[in-house]
């Protein structure tokens, strides 16, 4: 069975939430939940599956406990790593940076060498820039509980049939 650390942090309690939906809903491999305000520094090294949930705060902001965190994946090894992202945020109120936290997560898994899996799709989102967008779609699952919370749990259903054959071995 498959061990995926699935790392986020929440100031709302939103992101722990998904991530706890996640794990839920996730069967044949063993989550192990860490939020990144309690981690030490190289917990992610002992995984080869991970996933991550961040939500953007202010004008695209890495939310405060990344922030922290966020040296971290910068000395961590990702070559040989499975990643897929999770990203919260505000498409109305922060339409000119939607997701953007995601972005730069994102961007630094990849230059550490992270085989990032689970792009999704931008259709159904109203915004006007993020940097989360590679090739035309998110670099991973979007959500944003402030407008669309009412489509969170199908997306998440949705997200994890496509990420399961890269997580579940």
């Known amino acids: 069975m498959s061990k995926i650390g699935l790392f986020y942090a929440s100031s709302t309690g939103n992101t722990e939430d998904v991530a706890k939906t996640i794990a839920a809903n996730m069967s ?5 939940l860490h939020n990144v305000a309690d981690c030490v520094n190289d917990a992610m090294e002992e995984y080869q599956y991970i996933i991550i949930g961040v939500s953007t705060w202010g004008e695209g902001e890495l939310q405060d406990d ?7 994946i910068s000395e961590t090894d990702f070559s040989d790593k499975i990643v897929a992202l999770f990203g919260l945020g505000d498409q109305e109120e922060y339409c000119d940076n939607f997701l953007d936290a995601m972005g730069t997560i994102y961007n630094e898994v990849i230059v550490k060498g992270a085989t990032v899996v689970g792009s999704w799709s931008v259709d159904g989102y109203n915004y006007e820039e993020s940097t989360a967008i590679r090739d035309g779609e998110f670099v991973g699952l979007a959500l944003d509980e402030d407008n669309q919370s009412e489509l969170t749990n199908e997306r998440i259903v949705k997200w994890i049939e496509e990420i399961s054959p890269y997580f579940i071995k």
């Open 66 to 72: 990344w922030e922290d965190f966020f040296q971290n």
């Open 28 to 32: 044949g491999a063993e989550i192990v």
